[in-house]
């Protein structure tokens, strides 16, 4: 595949409702779509940073920095016979996994149009339909979060995570298993918690929780160790896995008991799958995160979260729970028991509705 050109689009797309999570409230999601041309195949890509340093350290800005002046630079014009050649020159720039995942995943998309595979199929997925559950963003009031949840079972997600923060958790979370007794509730404090702050985790405990996701700083996997001791609930690691090798040193010190695994976090589907099997040898469940992506990211997580070791619903709910309008003409539906269909069509399976795509761009560049 030789690669002729890319495209960089910076989208900034209205969500159905604003996102509150420990870090910050949005109500537009910025993403870079990646397009990399080669023998008149186009591969698509999502680059999941955010406009704002709040989850990672990248931002939107720093991702179209990478992709513009760095990578995209490094693969134009050369004939990329596999994707491990992508990990060589993407290893040689240091950090930026959300950069570097948004170009491989329009590489493998172009893999899969080449060899007229679907990237599950390339990815060695075993199913035909993944579980899916619904992430609640932290709400006003206990109420207004007990009626969203309502709604989403309405709907028929069988599986909810509540976002949570100091003050914003414990009568939330309390409120919601009251209500649903039977419910499979998670919740993510996005590293809202500190040793001085932790005690509320304890009351969070005795909810019959299936993990707790996050609760310390990103860079701490030894406070995390030691929390691990006092909570029977699984603690999952989201920000903190960055790498194959964080996922390592995670379960030889049994800082965790479940992984939250995510495209971009981890530099790319290469190595989302690599802690996948790593996770799957040592018997140690993951999940498939969401980044609020668009049909691009959704159809990359559904293939990914169709291996075999994701054994818990990941967080990849349908187009309706995000967008009104999306840049794929595929939009994801829920089934019945809360799952959604991988796609099957070559590579990422999906067709860009151009004229949305234009809509919501607000910075495009050719590099040729
Ligand atoms: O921590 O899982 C997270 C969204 C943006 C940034 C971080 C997170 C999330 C979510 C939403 O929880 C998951 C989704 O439905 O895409
Ligand atoms: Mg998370």
Not at 72 to 77: N, S
Not at 120 to 138: A, C, H, N, T, Y
Not at 142 to 154: C, G, K, Q, S, V
Request: charged share 25%.
């Amino acid at each position: 595949m030789k690669i002729e050109s890319i495209t960089l689009h910076h989208l900034r797309m209205n969500l159905v409702s604003p996102f509150e999570t420990s870090f910050g409230s949005i109500a537009k999601r910025d993403c870079i779509l990646v397009e990399v041309h080669s023998e008149g195949l186009i591969g698509y890509g999502e680059c999941v940073a955010d406009r704002d340093p709040g989850y990672s350290y990248e931002t939107s800005t720093t991702s179209w920095h990478i992709l513009r002046d760095y990578l995209g630079p490094t693969i134009l014009g050369v004939d990329i016979k596999n994707l491990s050649e992508y990990q060589h020159i993407a290893a040689r720039i240091r950090g930026h996994p959300m950069a570097k995942a948004g170009m491989e995943m329009a590489l493998w998309d172009l893999t899969g149009k080449v060899k007229g595979c679907s990237l599950r199929d390339l990815l060695g997925g075993v199913q035909d339909k993944v579980e899916v559950g619904v992430s609640v963003g932290i709400q006003e009031h206990p109420n207004i979060l007990l009626d969203a949840i309502e709604r989403y079972l309405r709907e028929g997600y069988q599986r909810v995570k509540i976002k949570i923060k100091p003050m914003k958790d414990i009568e939330y979370v309390t409120a919601a298993r009251k209500e649903f007794p039977e419910l499979r509730l998670y919740v993510d404090a996005n590293s809202a918690y500190n040793l001085e702050s932790v005690s509320s985790l304890f009351s969070l405990d005795k909810l019959g929780l299936v993990l707790i996701e996050q609760p310390l700083a990103d860079d701490d996997l030894w406070d995390h160790k030691w929390l691990q001791t006092k909570l029977d609930t699984p603690i999952c690691l989201d920000e903190s896995i960055l790498s194959l090798r964080h996922t390592r040193q995670a379960l030889e010190m049994d800082a965790c008991r479940i992984i939250n695994i995510k495209i971009g976090r981890v530099g790319g589907l290469s190595q989302a799958v690599a802690i996948h099997d790593l996770c799957y040898s040592q018997g140690l469940p993951v999940w498939c995160g969401g980044m609020l992506e668009t049909g691009v990211g959704r159809a990359a997580n559904l293939a990914l979260a169709s291996l075999p070791g994701f054994s818990l619903p990941g967080d990849i709910s349908a187009t309706d729970r995000y967008y009104d309008q999306d840049i794929t003409l595929d939009r994801f539906t829920l089934n019945p028991q809360s799952t959604i269909d991988v796609p099957t069509a070559p590579g990422l399976g999906i067709t860009l509705d151009h004229q949305v795509l234009q809509r919501f761009t607000i910075i495009k560049e050719t590099i040729k």
